[in-house]
Each structure stands twice: as C-alpha cells, then as structure tokens.
C-alpha cells in the first residue's frame, strides 16, 4: 500500500471545501491555540474510517517512553490498526497558522512560530521509537507497526519560503533547514543559541534538546485545491509537510548515549541528567531575549 497517496487523497478530502483552514486564532479572543488542530484531527481520523478500507481509526493512543522529555507518556494523534493482520499505521498532527488581529485585517505572527519546524522533526522521532520498541503503548493495543508518517498543515509562508529559510537566525534554524529538504536523517539537529549558557537555558529549561533521527525520511510540501475562502477575512493559503520513512526497520542514532542534551535519551541515567539539569536552570530574567 502506498500510504503517501493514501494520505494525500484523504487531506484532499478533508480540505476541499475549507482549503485545510480549521480555524484561524484571533488575538485576545481568548480561545485555545490548538483548537484547530483538534478539529483538523477529528476531520482527518472520520475520514480514513470512510475511505481507507479494512483499518479502524481512532485519536489519542497513549505510549509510555522515556526516551523524551515528556513525563513518561506521549499520545500519538491518529492510529490505524488493520483487521486482519493487527499492525498499527500512526500519524503525528501540527496545525499552526498565522493569527489575526482583533478586527480580523491583519495577519500577525503565529504563537510560538520557530516550534512548528522543531516540533515535527520531534515526531518522526516519536514515530521511531514506536518502531524500534522504546515507546510501548499502554494497554498493549498496539504492538506491531506498519509505518507511520508526520504531517504539518500550515498557513505561514515563511515555514517553506527559500528567502526567509536563507535569513532564519532563530534557536531552529537548524529544524528549518532540514524540514525543507527532501531527505533527511539520519543525523542530529541541532538547536542553536548564543552565547553558551543561553543554549543550554533553552535546551534544558525549555526543554528544547538536539534531535537525533535514526531512520531515512523523506519529506514534501503538498498544495491543497484552491477553493473559494470569504474575501473579507486576510486567511493566506494552507500547504502541509509531509514526512515519511520507508524503512523503520534500520533506525541507528548518531549521537552519544550519554549525552544529555540530545533526544532521544537511550539509557534511564542520561534521562535523569536531564531532569537534573532541567531543575537547575532557573527561568531567564525579564531583560533576556526569549528563545
């Protein structure tokens, strides 16, 4: 099965009429930022139960691991077990989109814009460790894996614009770089900050560590189809990333076992010096530049 082509019919689907927009945020209004990616979730789950046959789709399948930073368990957004043979394909979400100012005419800056790149490469590791067993789904209920991919619908331009992934000086401009290439790992990439103990603040207070990806992936930029949007609202087009890996069975990290700033951690005392390190670094003052 070709689950690429799979899946891009699917989102083609799912976003003909909405041309992929589940909801813009506007500043002050007071709602939750991942909103849309809940209902972009939800949309995309309904759909692969209609049009992916002999696979049963649900969201929110929880993983325990400690591998990541996260406190012990991870939930992966979408999972399809298949009726016959019990494999599990699972797909990572992220939804980002510019926002607009209170009257709705202005586009502004996405919150948190330099994550969206970080974040995805963070799923294909996510996805790796399901495969090579160092995530283990809680419950039992997914054992077996038939691959995965990670998909991040977007609105903002500079995610994918040549001329601002040439100028980004940002903590990831590493994780730009590399999502905008069509192979990757692999490899570590780095989160970059200056000077010194301002990178290690955003690694281990920010929880923002290298990323190591074992496995090959490939990744693309798809179009969606133009549809009609309300003109009164400044909403620019939606594209989608999309990562896959064709072979999870060779997944090799190139980063030292005990390094403490790099994920995923591959032994319980490196995790623990993470924590240890994370407790010691103090938020940064009022005057020092966010990462």
């Given amino acids: 099965m070709n689950w ?32 849309g990616e809940a209902l972009f979730r939800d949309a995309l789950c309904s759909k692969l139960n209609l049009m992916v046959a002999g696979w049963q789709w649900t969201i929110e399948s929880r993983f325990a691991t400690t591998a990541l930073t996260n406190r012990g368990v991870i939930a992966i957004d979408i999972v399809g077990k298949n009726n016959h043979s019990g494999k599990s394909f699972f797909i990572e979400l992220k939804y980002v989109t510019h ?27 996510k996805l790796e460790l399901i495969h090579n067993g160092r995530s283990k789904s809680i419950g039992g209920g997914h054992s077996e894996s038939a691959g995965g991919v990670v998909i991040g619908l977007t609105n903002w331009e500079r995610y994918w614009s040549p001329v601002n992934i040439a100028s980004a000086r940002n903590w990831s401009r590493e994780s730009l770089l590399t999502i905008n290439k069509p192979c990757l790992g692999p490899q570590i990439i780095e989160t970059v900050k200056k000077p010194s103990p301002a990178l290690m603040r955003t690694i281990f207070h920010h929880k923002r560590p290298h990323i190591s990806l074992g496995a090959a992936w490939k990744g693309e930029w798809c179009d969606l189809p133009a549809v009609l949007l309300n003109q009164n609202i400044r909403v620019a087009p939606f594209r989608y990333l999309l990562l896959s890996s064709e072979n999870f069975n060779d997944i090799n990290y190139p980063h030292r076992l005990d390094d403490p700033t790099c994920i995923p ?27």
């Avoid at 083609?12 to 991942?34: L, S």
């Avoid at 926002?99 to 995805?120: H, I, K, M, T």
């Avoid at 623990?272 to 010691?280: G, K, P, T």
Wanted: glycine share 6%; proline share 6%; charged share 30%.
């Fill in 4 to 35: 690429n082509e799979k899946i891009k019919n699917v989102m083609n689907e799912i976003t003909a009429k909405n041309g992929g927009n589940f909801g813009i945020p506007k500043v002050g209004n007071g709602k939750r930022t991942n909103q």
């Fill in 99 to 125: 926002r607009l100012d209170a009257d709705g005419a202005n586009q502004l800056r996405p919150n948190d814009e330099p994550a969206f790149a970080y974040d995805v490469l963070k799923d294909c590791l």
């Fill in 265 to 291: 951690f591959l032994d319980v005392t490196t995790r623990d010096r993470f924590n240890s390190l994370n407790r010691s670094y103090k938020r940064p003052a009022k005057n020092e530049p966010s990462t």
